[in-house]
């Protein structure tokens, strides 16, 4: 759940928070002295800076009888990434903005119900889906040069305050591990969008633009 380092200072240092994309929130936890802290970090706006993504929104903690308090304007930059393992996610036609984006999704839902139960091995595979086969007709296990897909993105993230967070831990230089495991449909939107980004970022290609406006649309939702 967390990596932490125990200091002669008798406080805890804490490196890596972990969290899973859930729609476009990364939800995550901690525990620290007995209790259970809630992580969220809902980001709204992406950008590039010096050929590197950063992801800004707004982070919370929150921990049972307390109020979730906030940190507004968190600038996550992309450190690295690790790909996805498995059957590429498949691809939906995005159509943000639009009354169009309504009639879309209700009819991929539809086509998603017609396909049967997700396995409870992998969610978002559904169990009657037709295996893929490549060019000689072999069955693609791997998810590779165009298949490939992010499965973890690996974001550095600002020194946070834990004492106004109420977390007795030093989150002076944390890093967040964001697992990207869709089991919603803007989820695996988010997916193939964050991967795209990555690839044109890692190929220095023109489609970065165009790459950076499609997720700001889909953070935007």
């Known amino acids: 759940m967390l990596n932490v380092q125990h200091r002669r200072s008798a406080q805890t240092k804490l490196h890596t928070l972990h969290a899973v994309l859930r729609g476009r929130v990364f939800d995550g936890k901690l525990e620290a002295r007995g209790k259970t802290y809630g992580i969220v970090f809902l980001p709204n706006q992406a950008k590039i800076v010096d050929h590197k993504l950063v992801i800004t929104g707004r982070m919370g903690f929150s921990v049972s009888g307390q109020a979730t308090r906030y940190v507004e304007g968190v600038n996550a930059s992309l450190m690295a990434t690790q790909g996805g393992v498995g059957v590429s996610p498949v691809r939906r036609q995005l159509l943000a903005g639009t009354a169009q984006t309504a009639q879309t999704a ?35 296990v791997e998810a590779t040069g165009a298949l490939a897909f992010v499965g973890v993105l690996f974001f550095k993230l600002p020194p946070l305050d834990n004492k106004s967070l109420g977390i007795p ?39 970065t633009t165009q790459a950076l406006d499609a997720l700001n649309n889909a953070l935007r939702v």
Request: hydrophobic content about 30%.
């Open 106 to 140: 209700t009819s991929d839902q539809k086509l998603e119900q017609e396909k049967g139960p997700e396995t409870d091995l992998q969610p978002g595979l559904h169990s009657f889906e037709p295996p893929k086969y490549d060019d000689l007709g072999r069955p693609r």
């Open 169 to 207: 831990l030093d989150m002076s230089d944390v890093q967040l591990g964001a697992r990207l495991a869709p089991t919603d449909d803007l989820a695996r939107d988010l997916q193939l969008l964050f991967s795209d980004l990555v690839l044109a970022l890692e190929n220095k290609s023109e489609d």
